[in-house]
């Protein structure tokens, strides 16, 4: 998010089959690059020599990348990007359950071979949880 001394410069980024076209709407300014990576580069390069400046950031200006797609695959990736959310999510919980899982069966005595077989994880694991949670 910018900051009041920061000014937002959008970069508008459109495939034509061939490259990616970049345009700045204010200031004019265009460019491409054959992979979306370069493009971003020289983007951010040209705007630099624009506002005649070495450090975009340092010179309190920052990039919005805005890539435009056709809609159907924009609506497509939208999805795709919430259920890679909710898996980050569905992940984290998972880990945190194992960790109090591993802990509970380890406060039983249990090896930590016997842990891993119950849970399904190897006992690598096991033991990696053990040390990060301080217990052994």
Same mark, same amino acid.
């Given at each position: 998010?910018?900051?009041?001394?920061? !000014?937002?410069? #959008?970069?508008?980024? !459109?495939? @034509?089959? *061939?490259?990616?076209?970049?345009?700045?709407?204010?200031?004019?300014? /265009?460019?491409?690059?054959?992979?979306?990576?370069?493009?971003?580069?020289?983007?951010?390069?040209?705007?630099?020599?624009?506002?005649?400046?070495? @450090?975009?950031?340092?010179?309190?200006?920052? #990039? #919005? @990348?805005?890539?435009?797609?056709? !809609?159907?695959?924009?609506?497509?990736?939208?999805?795709?990007?919430?259920?890679?959310?909710?898996?980050?999510?569905?992940?984290?919980? #998972?880990?945190? /359950? !194992? *960790?109090?899982?591993? +802990?509970?069966?380890?406060?039983?005595?249990?090896?930590?071979?016997?842990? $891993?077989?119950?849970? $399904?994880? +190897?006992?690598?694991?096991?033991?990696?949880?053990?040390?990060?949670?301080?217990?052994?």
């Amino acid at each position: 998010m910018a900051n009041a001394a920061t !000014t937002e410069y #959008v970069a508008t980024y !459109t495939h @034509d089959d *061939r490259a990616w076209i970049v345009q700045f709407r204010d200031p004019d300014v /265009a460019t491409f690059g054959r992979t979306l990576a370069s493009a971003k580069r020289y983007a951010r390069s040209a705007l630099a020599v624009y506002l005649e400046v070495d @450090d975009l950031a340092a010179a309190g200006a920052e #990039v #919005v @990348d805005d890539v435009r797609l056709p !809609t159907e695959i924009a609506a497509e990736i939208h999805r795709l990007a919430e259920q890679r959310s909710k898996a980050d999510t569905l992940r984290a919980e #998972v880990a945190e /359950a !194992t *960790r109090r899982a591993t +802990s509970e069966l380890r406060r039983l005595g249990l090896s930590t071979r016997d842990v $891993g077989e119950i849970l $399904g994880i +190897s006992g690598a694991r096991v033991a990696q949880i053990d040390r990060e949670s301080g217990a052994a």
